[in-house]
Nanobody, 128 residues
Framework: QPQLVESGGGSVQTGGSLRLSCVRS????????IAWFRQVPGKEREGLAV????????????NYADSVKGRFTITQDDAKTTVYLQMNSLKPEDTAMYYC?????????????????WGQGTQVTVSS
């Protein structure tokens, strides 16, 4: 059974940094799109960044939401078991539950409806 487990959330002050990790296991294929989303209670889930690499190819493609472009960076380890989200220059409005998700359907999508496998989330709180 495919599984995603997030970690790395916590509390930081404005301007601080965090690195989130998403460990994947039980997947049949290694070339899924892996994306990061966040959600604040009462609001829709927001796509932040997605990464894709084909097979053992070291080259990968990424896509970012405008709201995080230049501040957040998505990467993955060589074994493609862990996807990271490096978050810099954090702001109070970045406070949310952060989720990673996986699917194989739509090229570099940031639409949560394109993803079927989700982690349980990790909370990020940024104080002013």
């Amino acid at each position: 059974q495919p599984q995603l487990v997030e970690s790395g959330g916590g509390s930081v002050q404005t301007g601080g940094s965090l690195r989130l990790s998403c460990v994947r296991s039980g997947f049949t294929y290694s070339d899924d799109y892996i994306a990061w989303f966040r959600q604040v209670p009462g609001k829709e889930r927001e796509g932040l960044a997605v990464i894709y690499s084909r097979g053992n190819n070291a080259h990968y493609n990424t896509n970012y939401a405008d709201s995080v472009k230049g501040r957040f960076t998505i990467t993955q380890d060589d074994a493609k078991t862990t996807v990271y989200l490096q978050m810099n220059s954090l702001k109070p409005e970045d406070t949310a539950m952060y989720y990673c998700a996986a699917d194989r359907r739509r090229w570099l999508s940031l639409d949560p409806s394109d993803y079927n496998t989700w982690g349980q989330g990790t909370q990020v709180t940024v104080s002013s």
